[in-house]
């Protein structure tokens, strides 16, 4: 009796509340998360308002919007991932390369001679695969996940140039109908906007009413603990990191549909995106704690700030240092919280 009793104490105390407070939890324990919404609510509006007074006649506009949309719709289906990811306690940097290579897969002669059903498939498959190699290394062979998911960033971009010789695969016409997710419209947003919903809608049932969810939380909050309670935590990290090789492959379809290729160099720093967006949703790096909302909202922002750099003709570089201030700055805010007294 006392022992069951000490393993739901140990769990309870996996980041104040610990895995069970998203799932059913009080108000009080949800106040920060909620407090953190509306702060990135405000900062969207914010960012509107200076892409209206800097370029009121481009930015405000229909197709903007929608090209807004479009782009967050690749980043942020990956973002959903990879928010699973750190909040059990890991991080998967191998998320662009492996989108990379399952758009290169999934274009090849032989894959495109199946039709666009097989390519689609072919994506999720090379995607999951991938993953499920990265959490084997991670969760049975003992690798730290900085150094899995690196060693993984390097492989899977490697093997895409190879399968590649380097080239850009087009998508050939017979399989319009992929590129079609992207250039048919419902209610004037593209489809794959509305992939993008799904995955973020799904990522948030997933995580915040399922069995799989609240363990995911308590891995991240405490490993020791959630084996103690009866959590089999190495095949938990394995469908981690299996969950964000999938979303991978499914950010490798609409990116296919959005430029119409197959490429080794598509997804170059979506990791960086990826991670970024998460952090200023709220996730602790250190796990245990975060939101899919959050990982949205952040989402949209760095989308909107490349939108507003991009309107605006600033460089590339000018917006790599802003995301990296944001980043640091961001870390510094969670650093603050924690040490603040509830």
Known sequence: MTGSLTKHVSLGKADGGGPWRPFGGGGAARGPGEIRHLGLVVALLLLAGVGLLTERDNFATSGNLVAILVLAATIGVITVGQTFVIIGGGIDLSVGSVMALASVWATTVATQSYGPAVMALCAILVGTGTGVVTGLLISYGRLVPFIATLAMLVAARGLAQRMSDR?????????DALVGLSTTRVLGLPLVVYIFAAVALIGWLLLNRTTFGRRTFAVGGNTE?????????????????????FCCGIAAIIIMARTTTGSSTHGDLYELDAIAAVIIGGTLLTGGRGTIVGSILGVLAFTLITNLFILNGLQTSDQLIAKGAIIVAAVLLQRRGLRSPT
């Open 167 to 175: 080239k850009t695969q087009l998508v050939r016409p017979e399989n």
């Open 225 to 245: 603990a959630a084996r103690l309670a009866g959590i089999n935590v190495r095949r938990h990290t394995l469908m981690l990191y299996a969950l964000s090789g």
